[in-house]
């Protein structure tokens, strides 16, 4: 069975980090780019970052931009996302992607994906 799972979500006040993880089961994530999406209640579905398969292009939502980082393991099969300097606003359910055939730039700009994970809560909140 294909699966992706995420972890290390959590309530987190602001400015501070948390470092998610995907790890697949079922499947090598080598030949895909991954993308982390995130959905707030009442707002539309976010392309948060996405990397190639070859992990050597990212690319990133701008509200973002300075704050996350993302990158792959091929080793572990795993995809990471560091978030620093958290805001209220990037609360959210936090999904790891995964689609084969696209550019990182093209899998977060047109938000599409094969196989999803159940997903993460993050909460930033004081």
């Known amino acids: 069975q294909l699966q992706l799972v995420e972890s290390g979500g959590g309530l987190v006040q602001p400015g501070g980090s948390l470092r998610l993880s995907c790890t697949a089961s079922g499947f090598t994530l080598d030949s895909y780019a991954i993308g982390w999406f995130r959905q707030a209640p009442g707002k539309e579905r976010e392309a948060v970052s996405c990397i190639s398969s070859s992990g050597r292009s990212t690319n990133y939502a701008d509200s973002v931009k300075g704050r996350f980082t993302i990158s792959r393991d091929s080793a572990k099969n795993t995809v990471t996302l560091q978030t620093n300097s958290l805001k209220p606003e990037d609360t959210g359910v936090y999904y790891c992607?995964?689609?084969?055939?696209?550019?990182?730039?093209?899998?977060?700009?047109?938000?599409?994906?094969?196989?999803r994970g159940q997903g993460t809560q993050v909460t930033v909140s004081s």
């Open positions: 992607v995964a689609v084969q055939a696209f550019t990182a730039q093209d899998m977060c700009a047109k938000k599409v994906y094969h196989y």
